[in-house]
């Protein structure tokens, strides 16, 4: 392999390294941020990690989004709304532990167009011991096998980023 035809796979490989644990959750699913949908369900059916994003996806002149704070939510209000959106497909990041809570400003939000998010700090790599203490227990737990791909493929990842631009390809 030459190091011309290299430069574009490093770097592909570098550029899909920072997003490669990151989720998009569209709000809704496949029916979008309209009213009469039960938006409890589908967070409560989600689990949201620090560097994730929510995405909205809606008619642009009909709805919007807002970030509100607990009290705005609750009674659909814009009391301490932090952000507003109105895009139709807005994007918005996760980027602190913590809940979230969005609203539809337009009125929607009595239609139950609001949705709470809680955010989880990233989880950390196990350590020696803890993967060795777990392979000897008799309880096996295949959610948490495939949680920790991501961090196996970053592994990865670096490996070859820097092989790569050991090799001055990049």
Known sequence: MSASSANPICFFFILFLGTVTATDHI???NRGWNPG????????NNTFYVGD????RYQKNQYNVFEVNQTGYDNCTMEGAVGNWSSGKDFIPLNKAKRYYF???TGGCFN???????????????????????DSS?????????RQWPVVFQAVMVLISSI???YGWI
């Open 37 to 44: 949908i039960n938006y409890t369900l589908w967070s409560n």
């Open 138 to 146: 008799s309880e096996s737990d295949g959610q948490s096998i495939f």
């Open 103 to 105: 609203i539809c400003g």
């Open 164 to 166: 790569c631009l050991g």
């Open 53 to 56: 994003l929510i995405s909205f």
């Open 112 to 134: 139950g167009m609001k949705v709470s998010v809680l955010v989880h700090r990233l989880p950390t790599p196990p350590s020696a011991a803890a993967i060795s203490a777990k």
């Open 27 to 29: 709000v809704g699913a």
